[in-house]
């Protein structure tokens, strides 16, 4: 049987109370499963029946509150659950590819190529996809070790669209301009997981 939905939400509720440091007007306070936040569940994520692991509230933006394996949040950011459920199963076949991103230093990683040499290889992908006066921008970039491959989120310069492109992958226009670009990759991932793309 799962965990009582009350004491879920007080357990978040400690969490983003040390998250973001809400202060009471009558000094040190306690987290309940009302405050700082008032959670309102959202979905589920998690294949399965059972409680809620998707909850949402309100800060300066609403925010959504997940207990999916450790605790944590994210802006919602224009997502629907939905495609924060497609955001997990990107996240999820991604951290299996052993992924390197183009801030990570290869030096002393054998047969690694290093952060120029990847920059060329996203830039190849981008030109081989478009043109070769294609201007753009790398919004993430990474280099999966298991499979030596390459995907991006990169932003046309000209058209302003945000594509996601990668070896063996078509072109994709991704929306979500609020979400962090990591977000959006693993959207992405997912996306072409549920397409076929890729192999599960």
């Known amino acids: 049987m799962g965990e009582d939905i009350s004491a879920v939400k007080q357990k978040l509720n400690d969490y983003l109370l040390m998250e973001f440091g809400v202060?009471?007007?009558?000094?040190t306070r306690l987290a309940t499963d009302s405050w700082p936040f008032e959670l309102?569940?959202?979905?589920?994520i998690t294949p399965g029946s059972g409680n809620p692991d998707v909850f949402i509230f309100q800060l300066e933006e609403p925010y959504y509150a997940l207990t999916i394996g450790t605790l944590h949040c994210y802006p919602v950011a224009g997502m629907s659950v939905e495609?924060?459920?497609m955001q997990f199963s990107g996240a999820g076949w991604l951290a299996v590819q052993e992924p390197i991103d183009l801030s990570t230093s290869a030096t002393g990683l054998l047969g690694i190529p290093s952060i120029p040499e990847r920059r060329e290889a996203i830039t190849a992908l981008v030109t081989s996809a478009y043109d070769t006066e294609t201007s753009f921008r790398i919004l993430e970039g990474l280099y999966l070790r298991k499979t030596i491959r390459?995907?991006?989120l990169?932003?046309?310069t000209e058209?302003?669209?945000?594509?996601?492109?990668?070896?063996?992958i078509p072109?994709?226009?991704?929306?979500?301009?609020?979400?962090?670009?990591?977000?959006?990759?693993?959207?992405?991932?997912?996306?072409?997981?549920?397409?076929?793309?890729?192999p599960k």
């Open 159 to 168: 058209t302003h669209k945000t594509m996601m492109i990668g070896n063996g």
């Open 83 to 85: 495609n924060l459920k």
């Open 23 to 27: 202060e009471s007007n009558g000094g």
């Open 150 to 152: 390459y995907y991006a």
């Open 154 to 156: 990169v932003e046309i």
């Open 40 to 44: 309102t569940p959202a979905g589920r």
């Open 171 to 198: 072109p994709l226009e991704i929306g979500f301009p609020s979400a962090s670009s990591w977000r959006r990759l693993a959207y992405a991932v997912g996306l072409y997981l549920q397409q076929g793309h890729l």
